[in-house]
Structures are given as C-alpha cells and as structure tokens.
C-alpha cells in the first residue's frame, strides 16, 4: 500500500502532461513518501495517451487507465479514485491552474486530523468573466438550497483520507458532482487558500454545455427544492385563478360592461402556460436523472490499463 495517490484526468492535454509530469514528480521525491501517480485518460483525441504510456514505460509510479471515449470530468477522477490504493488521495487538474507545490502543505494539514483539505481558490487567473460570475452565482445558489456545507470557490484539487475515498466508492450515482458528495460524507474537513493559475497550455475541456449540465447535477443531487419551487408555483397560479374567476363571476352578474378585452386573457394564458412548462421542465430533470440511474450501465468504459 502507498502513502499518497495522485489522481490526474486527462482530455486533451499533449501540452501539459510532461511539465505536470516533472513537478509533480519533483514535489513527491522530496516529500518522501511511497506514492502512484493515476492517469486517467478520458478519451483524448490528442497525444495524451502515448505521452502518458511513455511515462509509464519508464516509471512504475505511472499508473494508467485509459477510456473506450470521454465519459467527463467527474467521471474520469471517479474511475480513479476506483483504482487507488493510497492512505491518501490528491485529486489534481492536468492543466496545473492546481499549482502541485501545494501538496506537501495539503499532505502535512492533515496530519492535524483531518479527513480532507481541499484548496480554496482566493484568486481566478486568465478565466472567462463569464465563467467567474456563473461559478460565483451558482455555487452561493447551490448552498443557500442545500442542508450541509458545499464549500465555496472550491474545485475538486484536494487530498483526502483512504477512510473518505471508500465511503466514496459506494456511492453508486451516475451523477458525480463530487465537491458535493465529499462535503456530505462529513468527517474533519479543513482548507487551506492559494491563487489559481492560468492553464499552462491547450484549451478548458469545459464547455459551456458541459458546464451546465454539471451544475444541474450539482443541484439536483442535493436539493429537491426546484420541485418544491416548482409546486408552490403552482398554487400560487392556482389561487390567483381563483380570484380572478371570482371577479369574472362578479362582473358578470353585476355589471353590464362585462366585454373584456384581448390582453387580459393573452396574458394569463402566456403566464399559466410558461409556468406550466417550467414545472414539467423542472420535474423532467429529476426523471432523466431517475431514468440514468434504473438503467445501472457501468460508469465508465476501460479500453486499457496498467493496473489490476
Ligand atoms: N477533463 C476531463 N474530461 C473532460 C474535461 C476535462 O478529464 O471532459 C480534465 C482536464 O484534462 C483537466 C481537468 O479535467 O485535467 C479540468 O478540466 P479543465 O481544465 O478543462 O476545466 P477548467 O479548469 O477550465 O474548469
Ligand atoms: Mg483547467
């Protein structure tokens, strides 16, 4: 059994592997630990996977598993955490926006009995403004709606303890949203801060797609509450119908004038109706979601590894 397993999903990044590849390696030989470094290879179209089976070639710390096609970002680490051994655990972008000097601090903060310490980013280098605010948004939205602590400005570059990456593994959904699935199993958490860096070369396997249905994800994996958002809404309607059918009945029977206009009636058919579609939307993606998980296909295809 190692001391530390470093997890690294890969898509497309034939440009960072080696430089990774050479901190991360030069950060570990001093931490003096027995470590693996787990490459996850989440259907490149790129060099990435010779780069990485070079590697491996040379180095028996280089670990490989390389998939049938991209599967995605959360599902790539998920597939390495599968295969680690480690007592602790490091999940680290391939980019190094995660700077791998962290780690040592990252390794030694736990041993103040912590279970996880995950990296907390006070600055954004060179990311979209677009990205920034959505992230800012979404992340403050998702925990003032869920129960626990989701923490903020947060990714997924942290270390964690053997302990958490079992009760990880039998987590079984095919929604990986797993910032959110840590914070849930609990145990002594703690951060520590530093500056994200800009992406060393190539471009965000993250596209505004893939973000999205990341973030839908994310709530739906921990809150009901657009369901119940969804319903309130739908009494709300409800009683203003009623109240509106009141005042029909009234000017009808006490008013002559009772001939109303167009606009009244667009209107409301225009507000029930997108209401409506709303709420079908909202509880369309809990089933989807439902649907994904009855269907129980395995979460990832391996094409080839160099693990058991
Ligand atoms: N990644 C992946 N599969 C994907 C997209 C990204 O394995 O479908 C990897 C990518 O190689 C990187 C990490 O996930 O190591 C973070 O992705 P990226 O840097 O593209 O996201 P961003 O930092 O822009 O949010
Ligand atoms: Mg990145």
């Not at 009808?252 to 206009?261: I, K, L, M, T």
Request: proline letters at 3%.
């Amino acid at each position: 059994m190692k001391d530390l397993s470093v997890v690294i999903p890969i898509y497309n990044e034939e440009e960072n592997i080696q430089l990774l590849y050479t901190r991360v390696k030069g950060v570990l030989d001093k931490m003096e630990v027995s470590y693996e470094l787990v490459f996850v290879n989440d259907g490149s179209k790129d060099q990435s996977l010779s780069l990485i089976e070079g590697l491996a070639a040379h180095d028996n710390t280089v670990k490989y598993i390389d998939f049938s096609r991209n599967f995605g970002h959360q599902i790539a680490v998920t597939a390495g955490l599968d295969h680690t051994s480690g007592n602790r655990v490091v999940i680290i972008d391939a980019d190094l926006q995660d700077p791998p000097e962290l780690i040592p601090d990252m390794y030694r903060k736990m041993d103040e009995n912590y279970q996880v310490v995950y990296a907390r980013r006070i600055n954004r280098k060179g990311e979209r403004f677009l990205k920034k605010t959505t992230a800012k948004i979404f992340y403050r939205t998702l925990s003032s709606i869920t129960a626990f602590d989701i923490p903020l400005d947060a990714g997924d570059f942290r270390i964690m303890d053997r302990k958490v990456v079992d009760v990880l593994k039998q987590m079984p959904e095919q929604q990986k949203f797993l910032r959110g699935q840590i914070s849930w199993i609990g145990f002594n958490q703690t951060y520590i801060e530093y500056d994200r860096e800009e992406r060393h070369g190539g471009q965000t396997g993250y596209t505004y797609k893939k973000m999205f249905r990341f973030a839908l994800d994310g709530i739906t994996s921990f809150s009901n509450l657009p369901l119940k958002v969804a319903s309130l809404m739908g009494f709300i309607v409800s009683a203003m119908a009623f109240i509106i059918m009141l005042y029909a009945l009234y000017i009808r029977f006490f008013h002559n004038d009772y001939v109303q206009g167009w606009t009244s009636m667009i209107i409301s058919i225009m507000f029930i109706g997108g209401i409506q579609l709303i709420c079908v939307g909202i509880i369309g993606e809990y089933i989807s979601r439902i649907s994904t998980n009855v269907r129980q296909r395995p979460l990832y295809i391996t094409n080839k590894t160099n693990m058991k």
